[in-house]
């Protein structure tokens, strides 16, 4: 089981939003940034969020994150079919002193 | 241009040892902590060991703790994986990925290799 909690799979239609939720704890999320990567299929995963909100360059402002105490939010919009992927959340746990990741979020472009 | 190249995956038998490597170039290799993560065949990812950018600072996974050990030679701008008594729960492909600052617990992984694969099976 994963420290962070994500639900298993998300879809949607081309063009409409989606948000994809991580719920953690004051030990992590609560207290740590929370960042969001992209695997797409057999490939490694890619930064999408940082520090709870910051884009890194060349990420389009379609997706944005959120943090509100121990949850933290991704939200995709404008979906495209190339955003099928898996989707996960990750951040600092200060009482195990680790990382940790959710276990992840399938999104469907359908 | 920003590379992570892993090296020294293969099959080992259970109880054996591995090191992995990851030879960084683009960047100023120790001004940056590092991590390695792992993926099992069909499992998400599953984060292992980070070191901080001097190599001062060194964190574990409960699951490996006292079994791995990370380490970074920086004057050869490589990341190092000493996997010792390994079992079949160790099975996945390796990750090689670079935090954005030089500390583990900012900026996230900006950087990722394309990864190794390690299989424990007899």
């Known amino acids: 089981q994963s420290v962070l909690t994500q639900p298993p799979s998300v879809s949607a239609a081309p063009g409409q939003k989606v948000i994809i939720s991580c719920s953690g704890s004051s030990s992590n999320i609560d207290n740590n940034y929370v960042s969001w990567y992209q695997q797409l299929p057999g490939t490694a995963p890619k930064l999408l969020i940082y520090?709870?909100?910051k884009r890194p360059s060349g990420i389009p402002d379609r997706f944005s994150g959120s943090k509100s105490g121990t949850s933290a939010t991704l939200g995709i919009t404008g979906l495209q079919t190339g955003d099928e992927a898996d989707y996960y959340c990750g951040t600092w746990d200060s009482s195990l002193s680790a990382g940790v990741f959710g276990g992840g979020t399938n999104l469907t472009v359908l | 241009e920003v590379q992570l190249l892993e090296s020294g995956g293969g099959l080992v038998q259970p109880g054996g040892s591995l090191r992995l490597s990851c030879a960084a170039s683009?960047?100023?290799?120790?001004?940056?902590?590092m991590s390695w993560v792992r993926q099992a065949p069909g499992k998400g990812l599953e984060w292992v060991s980070a070191i901080s950018a001097s190599g001062g600072s060194i964190y574990y996974a409960d699951s490996v703790k006292g079994r791995f050990t990370i380490s970074r030679d920086n004057s050869k701008n490589t990341l190092y994986l000493q996997m010792n008594s390994l079992s079949p729960e160790d099975t996945a492909v390796y990750y090689c990925?670079?935090?954005?600052?030089?500390?583990?617990?900012?900026?996230?992984?900006?950087?990722w290799g394309q990864g190794t694969t390690v299989t424990v099976s007899s």
């Open positions: 520090d709870n909100n």
């Open positions: 683009g960047f100023t290799f120790s001004s940056y902590a």
């Open positions: 990925a670079k935090y954005g600052g030089s500390s583990p617990h900012y900026y996230g992984m900006d950087v």
